[in-house]
């Protein structure tokens, strides 16, 4: 198994509604790692039927083992993808027409009492995250994996460009016990014998998301800075493009053991 570094960069806005406040949609500046595994890996391990009918059409099947689209075909081939951490992102508010739905509002014709000004009375306004703004993620995956250069996410399909970098076997360690891990995690996909200690939450859907957790259990452990493998890392810094070895944290620490659905029963059935 290997540990793979990625930046995304995002070349078009990207939206999902992860606060519905009146009028406005909000985007959370973290990326969820199971909305980001169907953007790596649709079609080449996750199946991706042409046309859903019936009860499957809108309901989420992140992981339903009944689905033919689900996150267990990366567990299967020995894939996760861990959420992504924001580097440096803004945002873009854009405001547009809501649908006429019943459950909504109702529209009105301009003149209409409530409908004085001259636009819709049916709007929202979408917070997405802009053009430029930059993610880091890590994925754990077998030596001979694939992972796209380009991807798709978000509501609007939006266009982001993945760069990748295979950090070395000989610079990873195993460690066991308490640490801190900076990197964002979803507590659903954590090993048993991870241990939860004290955490920031953050809210999102599909499932919350954890940051800056201190935790016990097996993890990975990579230092830039550590004098016995000094000339390890020197070598892979030669080996690497002008610029992609300062991209890499001085200091990575990983859980091990992590799968999707790990502490959900959908996951084992």
Not at 125 to 136: I, M, P, T, W
Not at 188 to 215: E, K
């Amino acid at each position: 198994m290997a540990l793979y570094h990625c930046i995304l960069t995002l070349h078009d806005n990207v939206f999902f509604a992860t606060r519905e406040m009146g009028i406005l949609y909000e985007t959370e500046k973290y990326l969820h790692n199971w909305g980001l595994s169907f953007a790596l890996f649709s079609v080449d391990y996750i199946p991706q039927p042409y046309r859903l009918q019936g009860e499957l059409a809108q309901k989420p099947t992140y992981l339903d083992n009944k689905a033919e689209r689900n996150l267990l075909h990366l567990n299967q081939a020995e894939i996760y993808v861990f959420p992504a951490h924001p580097i440096h992102w803004s945002y873009q508010i854009n405001t547009f027409k809501s649908a006429q739905v019943a459950y909504y509002g109702k529209s009105k014709q301009f003149g209409d009492k409530g409908a004085e000004k001259n636009y819709p009375i049916n709007y929202g306004r979408a917070k997405e995250l802009a053009v430029g703004s930059q993610y880091r993620t890590y994925i754990i995956a077998p030596d001979d994996i694939k992972i796209p250069h380009w991807i798709r996410l978000g509501k609007w399909a939006a266009k982001i460009k993945v760069e990748t970098i295979k950090i070395p076997d000989n610079l990873l360690k195993n460690k066991s016990g308490n640490y801190i891990c900076s990197h964002p995690l979803n507590p659903l996909d954590l090993a048993s014998n991870t241990r939860i200690l004290l955490y920031n939450r953050i809210v999102m859907p599909p499932a919350s998301l954890i940051s800056q957790a201190q935790l016990n259990g097996e993890y990975l452990f990579t230092n830039k800075k550590d004098d016995k493998q000094k000339q390890d890392w020197e070598t892979f810094q030669s080996q690497l493009n002008p610029g992609e070895y300062e991209q890499i944290p001085e200091q990575i620490h990983l859980p091990q053991g992590a799968f999707y659905g790990a502490g959900n029963l959908a996951a084992t059935a």
